[in-house]
């Protein structure tokens, strides 16, 4: 049985830093994509970050590059998202998500993953 689980969401002011963590079980942690997608209030949901051990590498959209960063500790099966330098418009419901195949330009569609956790909260403000 899969299970991903999100937590580290809370409220921050303008510059201030989170630091997001997803555990994983039930996957083969060193096989699978595991992605961050945030939605916020009437908005699609977008992809943030993914970090693939089968391509040895990691995407991030284009808001959050140089703030935030994705890292996988493959021993405790958990993949964390540094977000610093927080901005309002990071603001929105955090899922993390994981995929056993990912294309490179494909990484952040929805569609793509077949495993989601619950969301986790982060507010920032102004």
């Known amino acids: 049985d899969v299970q991903l689980q999100a937590s580290g969401g809370g409220s921050v002011q303008a510059g201030g830093s989170l630091r997001l963590s997803c555990a994983a079980s039930?996957?083969?942690?060193?096989?699978?994509?595991i992605a961050w997608f945030r939605q916020a209030p009437g908005k699609e949901r977008e992809g943030v970050s993914c970090?693939?051990?089968?391509?040895?590498?990691?995407f991030y959209t284009d808001s959050v590059k140089g703030r935030f960063t994705v890292v996988s500790d493959n021993a405790k099966n958990t993949v964390y998202l540094q977000m610093n330098n927080l901005k309002p418009e990071d603001t929105g419901v955090y899922y993390c998500a994981a995929a056993n195949w990912i294309v490179e330009g494909l990484w952040d569609l929805a569609r793509e993953y077949n495993y989601w956790g619950q969301g986790t909260l982060v507010t920032v403000s102004s």
């Open positions: 970090i693939s051990s089968s391509l040895r590498s990691t």
């Open positions: 039930g996957i083969d942690f060193d096989n699978y994509a």
